[in-house]
């Protein structure tokens, strides 16, 4: 009723181009062909790396829960009270939140990579996705290490970015 009201308000040509049912039919049939077919190709294509992070319902249900754990979990972890967190619950929830971090990365940069990648060139999906392999594991290696030093892990890393400095000269003092 509202295509009605629209072609009834426009001009003559316009409502003759418009009201030409084949044509918004053959569109509709296009897209619909289209998005099938695009599916289809890009489904083999993933399954056939084994370095994709973004094939199948597995991956993409694996990167969702990671979001959400992120989400819940870092905040609860920053905010609580350092003297609760100090030791091996500090260094294991730090090579936890390192090891999601890593992960939902890759797998999202595999996404990225999947859709923007062949737009410029096919043949860099590859080199793109080695890319992303590798790093996945130096945020993985440097979070790590991170985590495992004994300045207060990841949670003290982040504080010690809004604490000033202390000088040699008043450290001595």
Not at 121 to 147: D, E, Q, Y
Request: net charge positive; proline share 3%.
């Amino acid at each position: 009723m509202f295509a009605t009201r629209c072609l009834n308000s426009t001009t003559p040509a316009i409502r003759r181009a418009v009201s030409n049912n084949n044509t918004i039919n053959n569109f509709r049939k296009t897209q619909i062909s289209h998005r099938s077919k695009s599916t289809s190709t890009t489904t083999t294509k993933r399954n056939s790396s084994a370095i994709a992070g973004d094939t199948g319902k597995k991956a993409t249900h694996l990167h969702h829960h990671m979001t959400t754990a992120l989400a819940v979990a870092t905040p609860l972890y920053l905010f609580t009270p350092t003297s609760y967190t100090d030791g091996l619950v500090d260094k294991s929830f730090g090579i936890l939140l390192a090891s999601t971090i890593s992960a939902h990365s890759w797998i999202g940069m595999n996404y990225v990579a999947t859709d923007y990648v062949p737009k410029i060139s096919k043949g860099l999906i590859g080199p793109v996705r080695v890319f992303n392999v590798v790093l996945g594991v130096v945020t993985f290696v440097g979070l790590s290490k991170i985590a495992l030093n004994d300045m207060g892990g990841i949670k003290g890393a982040l504080i010690g970015l809004w604490r000033p400095q202390v000088k040699d000269e008043e450290k001595k003092d």
